[in-house]
Nanobody
């Protein structure tokens, strides 16, 4: 059974930093594409950053140069380092694993429960 557990959210002042962690279990971590999404109140969930099985990364334009996604295959963990935080970064942040199971035609998306990030003075 796939489990994704996020941690590291909280309240931070503008300009501050946080590091989110997502510990995964129930699948071979190294073969999954991992991503961070966020959803602010009243908006749709949006992609923040992603990292492929080979380590290639991509970012939303709004976070480029401020956020960094990384992963540690030995710890089954993906991270999101968030620097120079802005009030508009306030949202619930979700960890996503996209897994291409061999017995299924299409990849399956799995989600964590989310962690709240609030940027406010």
């Amino acid at each position: 059974q796939v489990h994704l557990v996020e941690s590291g959210g909280g309240l931070v002042q503008p300009g501050g930093a946080l590091r989110l962690s997502c510990v995964a279990s129930g699948f071979t971590f190294s073969v999954a594409a991992m991503s961070w999404y966020r959803q602010a109140s009243g908006t749709d969930r949006e992609l923040v950053a992603g990292i492929t099985t080979s380590g290639s990364t991509n970012y939303a334009d709004s976070v480029k140069g401020r956020f960094t996604i990384s992963k540690d295959n030995a710890k089954n963990t993906v991270y999101l380092q968030m620097n120079s935080l802005k009030p508009e970064d306030t949202a619930v942040y979700y960890c996503n694993a996209r897994i291409a199971w061999s017995w299924l035609r299409n990849p399956v998306n799995y989600w964590g429960q989310g962690t709240q990030v609030t940027v406010s003075s």
